[in-house]
C-alpha cells in the first residue's frame, strides 16, 4: 500500500528549528523525486523543495532557500526537511509528496500522491 506519513511538526518560536520527516511506503526512493510543500490557511498549495530520485539534485523555492534544507535516507524510505532561522509567515501545514515523472519543478500539480500532513506554527 503506498502511504506517505510525515511527522516532526509542532510549535516554535521564531529564529527556532524543526526538522520533518516523511516516511514513504510503497514507493522506492531511487524512482522517484519527493516534495515538500505547504499551505496557510486562505492561501494556495506552495512548493517548498524537492529532491530527485538519485538524491543528488535539489531545488528550492526562494521563500525557504538558504533557511530550508532537504535530505533523504534511502535505506530508511524517508526524506527529511531541516526549517531553521523560522519565521512566524512559516506556519501552514506541511506535506511531502511523491512527484509522477522526472523534473524538479515545484509545481503541485506534478505530484500525485500526497501525505496527510504535520502542522508547524511559528509564534511566540
Known amino acids: 500500500q503506498s502511504q506517505l506519513v510525515e511527522s516532526g511538526g509542532g510549535l516554535v518560536q521564531p529564529g527556532g528549528s524543526l526538522r520533518l520527516s516523511c516516511v514513504v511506503s510503497g514507493f522506492t526512493l531511487n524512482y522517484y523525486t519527493i516534495g515538500w510543500f505547504r499551505q496557510a490557511p486562505g492561501k494556495e498549495r506552495e512548493g517548498l523543495s524537492c529532491?530527485?530520485?538519485?538524491?543528488?539534485?535539489?531545488n528550492y523555492a526562494d521563500s525557504v532557500k538558504g533557511r530550508f534544507t532537504i535530505a533523504r535516507d534511502a535505506a530508511k524510505n524517508t526524506v527529511y526537511l531541516q526549517m531553521n532561522s523560522l519565521k512566524p509567515e512559516d506556519t501552514a501545514l506541511y506535506y511531502c509528496?511523491?512527484?509522477?515523472?522526472?523534473?524538479?519543478?515545484?509545481?503541485?500539480?506534478?505530484?500525485?500522491?500526497w501525505g496527510q500532513g504535520t502542522q508547524v506554527t511559528v509564534s511566540s
Open positions: 509528496a511523491v512527484r509522477e515523472g522526472l523534473g524538479l519543478g515545484l509545481g503541485a500539480s506534478m505530484y500525485a500522491y
Open positions: 529532491i530527485s530520485s538519485s538524491g543528488t539534485s535539489t
